[in-house]
């Protein structure tokens, strides 16, 4: 019973893996409905262990929010897995080579020249997908924003030196993935905690 299951297991991860080496539009769909999935399951980590909700709760307030994880499943797939499949491929051009110091190279560009307007751009996303006006746009930005980049660094400048010097290239959006499960619950906490 377990090969069977070894075997099924095997058979997906060899078609999910030939999928982000496949090129073109496979690839990057690939990518999008997984990372849609996994941001919105960073959402849903979010509203369940630390919010507290669940689908069966007495009120709105301790219900799931299913527009939320809709957001977020949008969000994943459609903003964040495009320009991070383009931004690695292009990290992995311009700053050729394995190891420790084309890694940290790429560690550099990526949390110092792309996350902090990327986390920006994030913000700016979600806000209209959850009616918020331009004011409560401005007020996040100022009082989260740098909080929340300082919190990227904490959790990716080691995340990505592993990626960058150890993960095959077409593995490195799910390994982000991975780690954005953790991301996604912190950032949903941060755009959705009440001061």
């Known amino acids: 019973r377990r090969s069977k ?3 099924m297991l ?3 991860w060899a078609r999910y893996n030939a999928l982000l080496q496949a090129g073109g539009w496979r690839t990057v769909s690939t990518k999008c409905i997984t990372s849609a999935i996994i941001v919105s399951g960073g959402d849903l980590a979010c509203q ?10 007495s009120s709105a307030e301790k219900k799931i929010d299913v527009r ?3 957001n977020f499943f949008f969000i994943g797939g459609a903003f964040i897995a495009p320009p991070l499949h383009l931004w690695y491929g292009f990290l992995g051009r311009s700053i050729p080579g394995s190891g420790m110091v084309p890694a940290a ?10 996350a902090p307007p990327f986390i920006a751009s994030f913000f700016c996303v979600l806000a209209p997908l959850e009616n918020k006006s331009s004011k409560d746009l401005q007020n996040q930005l100022q009082n989260e924003w740098a909080s929340a980049v300082v919190a ?4 990716w400048i080691p995340a990505q030196l592993i990626n960058f010097s150890v993960v095959p290239g077409h593995l490195q959006v799910l390994f982000s993935n991975g780690v954005a499960l953790l991301w996604n619950s912190y950032l949903s906490y941060v755009t959705h905690r009440h001061p």
């Open 105 to 114: 190279k790429r560690v550099f560009f990526d949390q110092f020249v792309f």
């Open 5 to 7: 299951l070894n075997l």
């Open 48 to 57: 369940s262990l630390i919010e507290g909700r669940s689908w069966t709760g």
């Open 152 to 155: 990227n660094w904490k959790l």
């Open 68 to 70: 939320r994880v809709l």
């Open 10 to 12: 095997g058979s997906i």
